[in-house]
């Protein structure tokens, strides 16, 4: 089992930028593939962004390709999104998630969720 707790979400300007993080539990983090969801109100949960075990591959949605890093600390059992460049269509709850086996673009395929964090970017 993996707990997730994440942070660093907040109020930022169109163009500003934002780290969050995703702390996990345990001892086994670097087992599990990484993925970063989004959720706006009366929307459904959004693939966001995706690495893999040991950070040799990750996948961005084509809305924050370029503007979004996703990356990831096993030593600190730790994940992280970068985001630059944030546009109010940004705005969203975000969550990390961890897998078994391989990454996958699938909100549900995903075993652990943390609670959530929101970013909200003004205009």
């Known amino acids: 089992q993996v707990q997730l707790v994440e942070s660093g979400g907040g109020l930022v300007q169109a163009g500003g930028s934002l780290k969050l993080s995703c702390a996990a539990s345990?001892?086994?983090?670097?087992?599990?593939?990484m993925g970063w969801f989004r959720q706006a109100p009366g929307k459904e949960r959004e693939f966001v962004a995706t690495?893999?075990?040991?950070?040799?591959?990750?996948s961005y949605a084509d809305s924050v390709k370029g503007r979004f890093t996703i990356s990831r600390d096993n030593a600190k059992n730790t994940v992280y999104l970068q985001m630059n460049s944030l546009k109010p269509e940004d705005t969203a709850v975000y969550y990390c998630a961890a897998k078994l086996f391989s990454p996958s673009f699938t909100a549900n395929s995903y075993d652990f969720w943390g609670q959530g964090t929101q970013v909200t970017v003004s205009s």
């Open positions: 690495i893999t075990q040991n950070s040799a591959s990750t």
């Open positions: 345990g001892r086994i983090f670097s087992l599990y593939a």
